[in-house]
């Protein structure tokens, strides 16, 4: 059976203070979960190490993006060994909100999810049309091509996907569940890597996850919004 991932994406939001808040409420509602579900907070930069301190058994620690050399003269960015030594496991990588807004384009998703691969991280690789793809009926192919130019030489065992329409993401609008469930079906035919777990993520709430859960397809899901707010994001982590 695959792994089911609970992952929040918390972008840029949260100092310190409101991390170490969260998690006073947060680690106590998730203490009963099923041990098998995988909970993966992923904060911005600046609070990761609170995170990591606090994490223990509760959660995994991943950070919203990675550069692909290990170290360099390169202001802003951070590396895969940097993440390693604090014991960091996973990133995001690719997110929609890094295309649109910091010219992330296919090659450097891949080199930075090869590099993660590489430096023993496991990537999140974000893949999703956006409403004009969707409207003119190009999602498979739109999402094909990302998952074939990001996943060049990349290790299909050491890798989750998620695929986050865009039009669904901070709108309100999720896609239905039947839908995500033929798309996260289409993406694992297309790789032919059955054991990679697929997440859905676009407007996840704690109304529409036991249904999103139900979906044979959906491995789980990444969270934004709702996962800011640690009885919600608890409810979603504990799906019925
Ligand atoms: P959302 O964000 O849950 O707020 O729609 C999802 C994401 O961007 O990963």
């Avoid at 390169?74 to 604090?86: C, R």
């Avoid at 890094?98 to 090869?114: C, P």
Wanted: aromatic letters at 6%; hydrophobic letters at 40%.
């Amino acid at each position: 059976m695959r792994q089911k991932v609970l992952a929040g994406n918390w972008k840029m939001y949260k100092t310190h203070s409101e991390a170490r808040a969260f998690l006073d409420q947060f680690i106590p509602l998730i203490a009963g979960r099923d041990p098998k579900r995988t909970v993966i907070l992923c904060p911005p930069f600046t609070t990761l190490e609170t995170l990591c301190a606090a994490a223990g058994d509760h959660f995994d620690v991943g950070a919203q993006n990675l550069h692909w050399e290990p170290q360099g003269a390169y202001t802003g960015e951070i590396s895969a060994p940097m993440l390693l030594e604090m014991g960091i496991r996973h990133a995001i990588i690719g997110h929609s909100e890094r295309r649109q807004y910091f010219s992330e384009t296919d090659e450097s998703v891949n080199k930075r999810l090869r590099a993660a691969q590489h430096q023993g991280i496991t990537p999140i690789l974000c893949v999703g049309e956006g409403l004009t793809e969707r409207e003119d009926n190009e999602t498979d192919a739109w999402i094909c091509r990302q998952l074939d130019h990001g996943l060049e030489d990349a290790n299909l065992e050491n890798l989750i996907i998620a695929y986050e329409p865009i039009w669904a993401i901070g709108t309100g609008k999720t896609c239905e569940a039947p839908e995500a469930n033929r798309v996260i079906a289409m993406i694992r035919t297309h790789l032919g890597a059955s054991n990679t777990p697929i997440l859905y993520g676009g407007s996840v709430k704690p109304g529409n996850i036991d249904e999103l859960m139900t979906q044979p397809e959906i491995d789980g899901v990444l969270v934004g919004g709702a996962s800011l707010e640690a009885e919600s994001f608890a409810r979603i982590v504990n799906y019925k």
